[in-house]
């Protein structure tokens, strides 16, 4: 498969209400790519800075992501990012953000990623994103994820960019900011309306759902007893999403369905520890295991 | 199947962002009733008063429902509750809660119905419903619902109700006010410690979540394009669940969940108009045709 993924890279310091992880490896590309992984070679486009700690690199080699797009900025400094988790592990807040490489300009694409097919444009500014969509003409599927900044900030451009992709990933608030329909339905036949084929709403500890010009989709989250860091559940779903299609290339109704289940699977191990610690410790047995679990828990007939 | 249900029947007027229903059928029970009796024949305990309305008694016919349990009860007043729903569709507010005959002696069990065996105690104070319990000593499955005003106001006498029935309904808010906790795996398996064999709780537009020694079901709700009132919602889920399990005779954790998904199926129904006005209009055809797809929707492999 010819999986790519575009987005950040970053240190994380993550507090939650039973415990803390200071500088450990986080962005979303990371996530979505490890998550990905699973399922067959990833390319990855994102960019540290020169203060990148050597002891962090360890997982881009573990995964089986391609790391030709990654570039280490020289005179530039890492993404980083510290957040706390409230009590119920749903809502957090952003104690600091340092946007650093990220607010430079964007990492160039290897002109051997050209020729990808699944292009997943992970949360940046919707510019930004349109400037690396174009870069891949042959792309088959691509999908995007955005968040509130940009619908507040930057929403004429977000329209633009939902005109030239094929799925839009977000979460429920988000997708109520962009629509202003409260009703889920609703809000993802508005977001069809802006252009893409489908669209994907995340809605945390309670699942995710699918629109889709052939159906809607609605599939809960894996019931998860532990959840120590949910930092990276949106990107991992999307991780395994994609990675799932990217391994079929089977667009249908049906398998964007799987592909759901299959994200959802991989998010609700990355959630059980810390960073990526539990994603590196797991392997496509395990992923397959306990989606066969899922699937027997949503048989009801 | 001999099931029962016991609970309120009153007269609501229901606000919601987009139109108002005066003086409309409602309560607990009657709600129950209605999706229950869509699997076979329901006896009903209950009291109203001599104001209740003749042509509000339309749909205690219409429905197989066994009224020998209904007492029309001299001087006093039927139950009556005004309320409005947000913008969410989710949340609402009680304008104005008459409780009338509600507060006054429970009705007479008719002796004809103490051999029930399916039992379901809507929700009514903790011991109200313990004295109901025990007029079903042959009771194959007792389960109740309860809500928030009991688990501040008589949580003692819950707790001992809980030793004495099979099943517990409620839902997420409640679920936690019980338990002090904000994981569903963990509140349900606090609510197994406190006495019954299963909990199930109800996440509105998110869906069901059950917990079983046996293992863990959740289930998303059914996408819904139009939710006109979600009033009952609740209700006749749990009317659909019982419905499923008195007209089958199976608890298995398997045939639990298929009752929970025969109840997210009618919930969804009962939501396209005010009152019960869309269950009057369905039948048992339209329900499997939707369970049906249900099935289809949760089939990820």
């Given at each position: 498969m010819s999986l790519i993924v575009t987005g950040s890279i970053g240190i994380d310091t993550i507090h939650t209400p039973t415990g803390q992880a200071p500088d450990v490896l986080g962005g979303s590309a990371i996530y979505f790519a490890a998550a990905a992984s699973f399922h067959g070679p990833v390319r990855l486009v994102g960019a540290v800075g020169?203060?990148?700690?050597?002891?962090?690199?360890a997982p881009f080699n573990h995964f089986n992501i391609d790391l030709e797009g990654l570039e280490k900025r020289a005179g530039s400094k890492t993404f980083r990012w510290t957040g706390k988790y409230l009590d119920n592990m749903n809502d957090r807040e952003t104690l600091s953000v340092d946007l650093n490489v990220l607010a430079e300009d964007s990492p160039p694409v290897p002109t051997?990623?050209?020729?990808?097919q699944y292009v997943f444009l992970a949360n940046s500014h919707p510019g930004a994103q349109m400037g690396l969509r174009a870069?891949?003409?042959?792309?088959k599927l691509v999908v995007a994820d955005t968040m509130d900044l940009w619908i507040d900030t930057a929403q004429d451009l977000l329209k633009d960019l939902l005109k030239q992709i094929d799925g839009l990933v977000l979460n429920d608030s988000e997708a109520h900011l962009l629509t202003?329909?409260?009703n889920i339905v609703k809000a993802g036949e508005d977001v069809l309306a802006m252009g893409p084929k489908f669209v994907v709403i995340k809605k945390g500890e309670h699942g995710a759902f699918l629109l889709h010009k052939d159906g809607a989709v609605a599939l809960p989250a894996?019931?998860?007893?532990?959840?120590v860091d949910p930092t990276g559940a949106g990107d991992t779903f999307g991780g395994g999403f994609m990675g799932h299609l990217a391994s079929t290339g089977d667009l249908s109704l049906d398998n964007l369905k799987r592909a759901m289940a299959a994200g959802t699977v991989v998010a609700s191990y990355n959630i059980?520890?810390?960073?990526?610690d539990r994603l590196l410790e797991i392997g496509p047995a395990d992923l397959q295991a306990r989606e066969a679990q899922y699937a027997n828990m949503l048989k009801v007939r």
């Amino acid at each position: 498969m010819s999986l790519i993924v575009t987005g950040s890279i970053g240190i994380d310091t993550i507090h939650t209400p039973t415990g803390q992880a200071p500088d450990v490896l986080g962005g979303s590309a990371i996530y979505f790519a490890a998550a990905a992984s699973f399922h067959g070679p990833v390319r990855l486009v994102g960019a540290v800075g020169d203060d990148f700690p050597a002891e962090l690199e360890a997982p881009f080699n573990h995964f089986n992501i391609d790391l030709e797009g990654l570039e280490k900025r020289a005179g530039s400094k890492t993404f980083r990012w510290t957040g706390k988790y409230l009590d119920n592990m749903n809502d957090r807040e952003t104690l600091s953000v340092d946007l650093n490489v990220l607010a430079e300009d964007s990492p160039p694409v290897p002109t051997s990623y050209t020729d990808s097919q699944y292009v997943f444009l992970a949360n940046s500014h919707p510019g930004a994103q349109m400037g690396l969509r174009a870069q891949f003409p042959s792309a088959k599927l691509v999908v995007a994820d955005t968040m509130d900044l940009w619908i507040d900030t930057a929403q004429d451009l977000l329209k633009d960019l939902l005109k030239q992709i094929d799925g839009l990933v977000l979460n429920d608030s988000e997708a109520h900011l962009l629509t202003g329909e409260t009703n889920i339905v609703k809000a993802g036949e508005d977001v069809l309306a802006m252009g893409p084929k489908f669209v994907v709403i995340k809605k945390g500890e309670h699942g995710a759902f699918l629109l889709h010009k052939d159906g809607a989709v609605a599939l809960p989250a894996y019931p998860a007893r532990e959840v120590v860091d949910p930092t990276g559940a949106g990107d991992t779903f999307g991780g395994g999403f994609m990675g799932h299609l990217a391994s079929t290339g089977d667009l249908s109704l049906d398998n964007l369905k799987r592909a759901m289940a299959a994200g959802t699977v991989v998010a609700s191990y990355n959630i059980e520890k810390f960073s990526l610690d539990r994603l590196l410790e797991i392997g496509p047995a395990d992923l397959q295991a306990r989606e066969a679990q899922y699937a027997n828990m949503l048989k009801v007939r």
